[in-house]
C-alpha cells in the first residue's frame, strides 16, 4: 500500500465501500445490543496540508441516550470492508463499557 492510498481506490469510492459495509454491521449490531442507528454520515476536509481526510460519524440510541462515535477511515490503512468491521467492532465496545446511566442527566450526548 503507499501513502496516498493508491491501491484503494480514491477516497470517494473507498468511503462508499465503507459506508454499505458499516451500515449493515452497525445495523446487526443495533438489533443484537438493542440501540437504533440514527444516523451514518461521512465528511470531506481538508488537512493542514491539503490532503483529504475523510471522518465518518454515527449517533445511536442506546439504553435511552443519544451516543456519537466519529473516526477518520481516510488516508486508509486497511481495506474499506475491514475498516468497516473494525468500525463496527469499536463501536459496539464503546457503547457496552462507556454508556452508563447517570442519574439526573439522560439527556446530553455520550461521546464514544
Known amino acids: 500500500m503507499t501513502d496516498d492510498g493508491a491501491d484503494w481506490g ?3 469510492e473507498y468511503t ?12 446487526d449490531l443495533s438489533v443484537r445490543r ?14 493542514a ?7 465518518v460519524t454515527t449517533v445511536v440510541v442506546f439504553r435511552g441516550r443519544r451516543c456519537i462515535f ?5 488516508p486508509p490503512s486497511h481495506p474499506a470492508a475491514t475498516r468497516a468491521a473494525i468500525y ?11 454508556v452508563v446511566p447517570q442519574l439526573g442527566d439522560d439527556t446530553s450526548p455520550v461521546d464514544l
Open 49 to 55: 496540508m491539503g490532503d483529504t481526510v475523510v471522518a
Open 16 to 27: 462508499d465501500v465503507f459506508l454499505r459495509s458499516a451500515r449493515r454491521a452497525i445495523r
Open 70 to 74: 466519529r473516526r477518520g477511515i481516510w
Open 10 to 12: 480514491g477516497p470517494q
Open 88 to 98: 463496527a467492532s469499536v463501536l459496539e465496545e464503546r457503547l457496552m463499557t462507556r
Open 34 to 47: 438493542g440501540a437504533e442507528l440514527e444516523s451514518l454520515t461521512c465528511e470531506a476536509i481538508a488537512d
